[in-house]
């Protein structure tokens, strides 16, 4: 079996790096200086709303899944928004239609100055 | 937060814009197929008379004879409408003319009331015509309706001149 496949390849830069001895000695103050260093970095500022918006956009959403989601949702909001403005539509349009057909044969609706 | 790729972004964004197109067409067709009735209404040669066949589930003939009827009664409301008119004019000059009530001013009271009762007469024999061109349940129906709307006080015909 050849030692060129990952796993092996793996096992043997494992067992390398658990041989190896760092043997110089550590600068003064090491300790002290890495946790100053620590201390004096910014803190990760966090990500704007554009940032997280931009990143779900080019990560998340051309999932097939996602992607197939919102599609979905979008189709029914649309046709739920089409249906419920034409029956608003509808209704109006019926209802004025019925109160002209009174006007016509009612002399006391009939609007005067 | 790693930004994403050049293309992976260009789908996503692509993917966002048809989202937006498959909303907006879903609502322009739903709304265009569910208001072609109330468009076709609007559009017919007599608007209320076709509300009225479609309301009432009025059948060819019924909505035939129903019309005939509507023909026939217009002149009649139209000669009540003008009959109206003038003596609203003349009891509005009586009523300007004096600060009291006199005899002419009585007599104009009297006549609009009987001219109201003749219009309330003129107009219910019409609605029952029309109730009795319909199936049973239609015309029940339809009596309800216009007597809501004209016969009850505030309404219509019922109303302060």
């Known amino acids: 079996m050849s030692t060129n496949e990952p796993g092996k390849q793996d096992e043997a830069l494992g067992r390398l790096l658990q041989e190896w001895r760092a043997n110089a ?67 109006r349009v019926k209802g004025e239609l019925g109160e002209r057909y009174l006007r016509v044969l009612d002399p006391y609706a009939v609007p005067r100055p | 937060m790693r930004f994403p790729a050049h293309s992976s972004m260009k789908k996503g964004v692509l993917l966002l ?39 009432f589930n009025l059948s060819d003939s019924e909505f035939q004879r129903i019309s005939e009827l509507h023909a026939a009664y217009l002149p009649q409301c139209a000669e009540m409408c003008r009959q109206v008119e003038a003596q609203n004019q003349r009891v509005r000059a009586l009523l300007a003319a004096t600060n009291q009530m006199t005899a002419e001013i009585q007599s104009a009271i009297a006549e609009s009331a009987r001219l109201r009762g003749l219009c309330q007469r003129n107009m219910l024999d019409h609605f029952y015509q029309v109730s ?6 239609q015309g029940r129906r339809y009596l309800e309706w216009v007597q809501e709307r004209t016969f009850l006080p505030s309404q219509g015909m019922m109303s302060e001149p």
């Open chain 1, 25 to 91: 000695p550590l600068p003064a103050q090491f300790r002290q200086a890495v946790w100053r260093r620590v201390d004096q970095a910014p803190a990760p500022a966090a990500p704007s709303v554009w940032t997280v918006i931009t990143h779900w956009v080019g990560t998340a959403l051309p999932r097939p899944a996602l992607a197939a989601s919102y599609l979905a949702i979008l189709l029914t909001l649309g046709v739920t928004a089409g249906w419920t403005r034409a029956r608003q539509e509808t209704a």
């Open chain 2, 132 to 137: 009795r061109t319909m199936p049973p349940a």
């Open chain 2, 17 to 55: 814009l048809l989202g937006l197109a498959v909303a907006a067409a879903a609502y322009g067709c739903v709304y265009f197929v569910c208001t072609s009735s109330a468009r076709r209404l609007e559009r017919s040669s007599k608007p209320e008379l076709a509300w009225l066949k479609e309301e």
